[in-house]
């Protein structure tokens, strides 16, 4: 049985593959065609999308964070795997056998998933506040084994100003380890490094066109390893983008507009002006859309917040209600209106008018306590010590709803077959893929 391993790649370009000899000479015999990421393309619907073959209406995650309307909390980036409501690759292989093993190598919301073997951060947070660096992984033990053979999971290089290479290819070399010591039928390998330079400086930037570089040697390396241990002739690839950054040249502040028109209140701290999660309406934003929750649902609300954003510079959709079945979001998590933004511009998540009154996490790198995405932490001043809160230094984005080629990712194989002769949707990923293990198995 042939091993087949799926690699996702945010921001991967079709015309990225002229700087990428070694992913070139992968896939020369094989295959590549478009591919199209569902609404919102962001990272965990995106993956969820992959790795379910369902819309967000059913597998649940309708953004990077959910806000927890019983609790009247915003958990951004910490979910563990039961908050996809819909059945996962490994899921769906155990159904057929569970001699099919499986391997979950970093997408998000995996900690606790159905996979055979994972690898996913999770530092230790100590009582004095500080963190201690550890992944969760399954077997349990096996952090230990990548510990002594190859060293901590770089996690400062992971997200932030550090973010560089490091990180990818920590993950690559302990992949290559997993599927060398487990041998498994199918991986997925989420591969981040693209994420970084494109979304601070632009996907063209020098720095971009770099990391592009930088992310092929890692490539190769990897997949001389696996080759290595497997044999290139038992290998199958499938090499896709999660998404595609696009530049921007706007950014709009739904929370601020909300404030300005009476919906959002404050609650004025010590360290500055905190949102009040129980505001008439406020935006929990990310990338290039937001879910605005309405308390209550008050239809007069959920009005006034269609009538505020319609025609307003940069968003090209206001959602209200059955609206948002569109594009799969009518799920009881999705905020009541969802703003959906233009290609060229993005949402932060900014509610102060004055910066002399932003709380104190504003100007950190604290991706758990922002209710909402926030890229300006890859511009941290090492000057200062803190972030700026120039949303404008962000120069490219992604999530907003595909209608323009230069949205349209890639999806590439060594298989000439496995692919076909057809532009992809991330939907239809899943069914497949299971089709193709499940046929290498029962031969």
């Known amino acids: ?42 990272t965990w619907p995106a993956q969820a999308n992959m790795l379910t073959g369902q819309p967000p209406a059913r597998h649940g995650v309708i953004a990077n964070g959910f806000y927890w309307r019983d609790q009247q909390e915003v958990e951004m980036w910490t979910a563990w795997n039961d908050k996809i409501e819909a059945p996962q690759i490994w899921d769906l292989l155990h159904q057929i056998s569970s001699e099919i093993k499986s391997l979950a190598w970093f997408p998000m ?44 999971f770089p ?10 290479i490091k990180s990818s290819q920590w993950i690559l070399e302990s992949a290559v380890k997993a599927i060398s010591d487990f041998q498994p039928h199918f991986s997925y390998i989420y ?90 309406a406020w935006a929990l934003v990310d990338h290039q859309f937001s879910h605005v929750f309405v308390k209550d649902a008050a239809n007069e609300v ?50 102060w008018l004055d910066d002399q009154q932003a709380p104190g996490f504003a100007r950190t790198v604290d991706i758990h306590r922002k209710p909402g995405y926030d890229p300006v932490e890859l511009h941290f001043d090492m000057a200062t010590k803190s972030i700026p809160l120039d949303a404008t230094l962000i120069k490219g984005s992604h999530g907003a709803p595909v209608t323009k080629e230069d949205q349209r990712g890639v999806i590439l194989s060594n298989c000439p077959e496995i692919l076909q002769d057809r532009d992809w949707h991330d939907l239809e ?9 499940a046929a290498q198995h029962e031969a």
């Open 1 to 42: 049985m042939k091993h087949l391993i799926y690699c996702t790649v945010p921001g991967l370009r079709q015309q990225d593959l002229a700087q990428m000899p070694n992913l070139q000479a992968l896939i020369a015999q094989g295959s590549q065609q478009r591919l199209t990421t569902g609404f919102p393309a962001v």
């Open 109 to 152: 919301l995996s900690k606790g998933c159905g996979a055979d073997y994972i690898c996913m951060p999770k530092p230790v947070h100590n009582p004095d506040g500080s963190e201690s660096l550890w992944c969760y992984t399954q077997p349990q033990q096996y952090y230990g084994d990548l510990l002594e053979s190859i060293g901590h």
């Open 155 to 164: 996690l400062q290089h992971f997200w932030g100003p550090l973010a560089n």
């Open 191 to 280: 591969i981040p490094h693209l994420d970084y330079a494109a979304q601070k400086l632009g996907p063209d930037s020098p720095a971009a066109r770099q990391s592009v570089v930088e992310l092929d040697e890692v490539l190769g390396d990897m997949m001389a390893g696996v080759h290595a241990g497997l044999g290139d002739e038992n290998v199958v690839w499938i090499i896709a983008s999660e998404y595609v950054i696009t530049e921007v040249d706007h950014v709009s502040y739904p929370n601020r507009q909300l404030r300005e028109a009476g919906l959002l209140q404050v609650a004025v701290q010590e360290d500055g002006e905190h949102l009040d999660l129980q505001s008439p």
């Open 302 to 351: 959920i009005e006034q917040v269609r009538l505020l954003f319609n025609d307003q510079e940069g968003i090209s959709e206001v959602l209200v209600g059955e609206e948002r079945a569109k594009y799969g979001l009518d799920h009881p998590r999705s905020g009541e209106v969802i703003l959906v933004s233009t290609s060229n511009s993005w949402q932060a998540y900014y509610w």
């Open 429 to 437: 990923l899943c069914d497949h893929l299971v089709q193709h293990v």
